[in-house]
């Protein structure tokens, strides 16, 4: 059940696996180039390795050879600072990277692709794997801002894709054009419903609008997932002829005008919504939907089940296969067997989920998670900042940015320049904020901890830009 590579090979041997830049990988090539770096990722001597890897097909070919290996897949974020990925390897005691791009880290084990793939096989018996075993670990925070390691068994991969398969409708004769970063959720999940089903699964590198529609139109794509801003970008560009069957949208809140022009124009866009620790998506709206502009993110997929606690601020719980079994540096909070969210809503009566708020302070910026703490934290080591509260502004482009409030010391002669450097020293560029005002004091709760709602308004930051 969990070798899936191995099956295609077997089944589809001359299918096209992976089409990247022009060049087609079949099932059977994919396999024999896995089956032979599995060997080399062997010879590290680790069972737990993180790969700092970019949307090509060096990267796909590891992924493939690591599963091979059963060794757990640590993804990094290749968007983070050195300082941000140190903290998160450290947290999980990973000393071994893997990278396809160019890349060093201080005190590490770092292993190019191409040096690794010069290095001697070491033979050994292949760890089969099973359902519940580790395939992949991705990072994510709570409002707190510090990084928690989800792991994501072959079991939750496997049942997230045939919960997105039932309700997405791809077939073994579909083309998935995966457009999202591998090394998130959303891009890691595309590339294993592709081998699951025996799909082909057509790589993007970078986004660029033209060369989104040639390929989709070269390569008769139907199926593909991407952020809002990716979507806005396309129409923007101006929507080609198309075959396209689906377009699964996730990563941030779409706004209802970039929902109902694509569906204007004939995008089928499905709306969704999940998280790193539901293997994607867990609710979803087709585009025929009578209800897709009414603010809902959807009916939850046929294997997962959603509640509303009604008792702690209408917060969302989610049981099914695809839900992790835990974090691996930090407590779950789980219910009854039901995952807590952290997030608010309520389903409505005729079962459609409605998001108020994602973990309340958690910015989502173009796909991007980011934490208000852990730029409060950066901007209060400046030496002329006393205090510091992040709020979040809506943006038509983004979805969601960081402004950054603070309170000066007296006499330090600070300017806004000043402590934006500082800030892109330590954070990578997608954290920083879009604005920043000096204010004369932050505004605490009784506890001592920054109120960012009463910030906002206090200082009338706006909620939206319609910029």
């Known amino acids: 059940m969990y070798n899936w590579l191995e099956t295609r090979a077997r089944e589809m041997p001359d299918k096209p696996a992976v089409i990247f830049e022009g060049a087609e990988v079949t099932f059977s090539e994919l396999y024999e180039t896995a089956g032979e770096m599995k060997g080399c990722l062997e010879s590290l001597g680790r069972t737990r390795i993180a790969f700092f890897i970019g949307n090509t097909l060096d990267a ?3 992924i493939h050879a690591a599963m091979l290996a ?3 897949i640590v993804m990094i974020n290749t ?19 893997v990278t396809t791009e160019p890349f060093e880290l201080e005190g590490y084990r770092v292993y190019g692709w191409t040096d690794l793939r010069n290095r001697a096989s070491e033979a050994g018996e ?3 794997a099973s359902g519940s075993d580790i395939l992949s670990i991705m990072f994510t925070s709570g409002t707190t801002g510090r990084a928690k ?19 997405f409708g791809y077939t073994e004769d579909s083309m998935w054009m995966n457009i999202n970063p591998i090394y998130h959720i959303s891009g890691f999940s595309v590339l294993l419903r592709s081998v699951i089903r025996g799909c082909t699964m057509v790589l993007i590198e970078k986004f660029e609008e033209a060369k989104i529609w040639r390929t989709i139109s070269e390569y008769g794509v139907t199926h593909t997932s991407m952020v809002p801003i990716m979507l806005k970008r396309l129409m923007d ?7 396209l069957e689906g377009i699964l949208l996730g990563g941030a809140g779409v706004t209802r005008d970039i929902l109902g022009r694509a569906l204007s124009l004939g995008l089928p866009v499905y709306n969704s919504f999940g998280m790193t620790e539901t293997c994607s998506q867990i609710v979803s709206i087709a585009p025929d939907d009578p209800k897709i502009l009414e603010g809902t993110v959807g009916k939850p997929l046929d294997n997962i089940d959603i509640v509303i606690d009604h008792d702690n601020d209408g917060e969302l719980l989610v049981r099914g296969g695809p839900v992790t079994g835990g974090y691996l540096n930090a407590a779950m909070e789980v219910s009854e067997g039901y995952f807590r969210t952290g997030d608010m809503g309520y389903i409505d009566e005729a079962g459609y989920l409605h998001i108020l708020d994602r973990r309340k302070d958690l910015i989502i910026s173009g796909g991007e998670n980011i934490y208000p703490k852990e730029i409060e934290d950066v901007a209060t080591a400046h030496p002329g900042v006393v205090n510091a509260a992040v709020v979040k502004r809506k943006d038509s482009e983004w979805g969601e940015v960081p ?34 005002h000096r204010v004369g004091n932050i505004i605490m709760t009784s506890t001592g901890k920054v109120s960012r709602a009463q910030n906002q308004q206090a200082y009338n930051i706006k909620r939206s830009s319609n910029r």
Do not use: F, W
Request: proline content about 1%.
């Open 79 to 97: 968007r983070l600072t050195g300082r941000e990925i140190s903290v998160q390897l450290d947290d999980i005691d990973v000393d071994t990277i």
């Open 149 to 167: 390691a989800v792991t994501q068994t072959y079991d939750n991969h496997y049942a997230s894709a045939i919960g997105c398969e039932n309700r």
């Open 237 to 243: 560009h101006g929507v080609r002829e198309h075959g």
């Open 60 to 62: 796909v070919y590891a």
């Open 126 to 128: 292949s760890r089969r």
């Open 403 to 436: 402004v950054l409030l603070v309170e000066l010391a007296e006499g330090m002669g600070v300017d806004n320049g000043g402590i934006m450097a500082h800030l892109e020293r330590h954070l990578a560029r997608y954290k920083l904020p879009k604005e920043i």
């Open 70 to 72: 059963n060794i757990e």
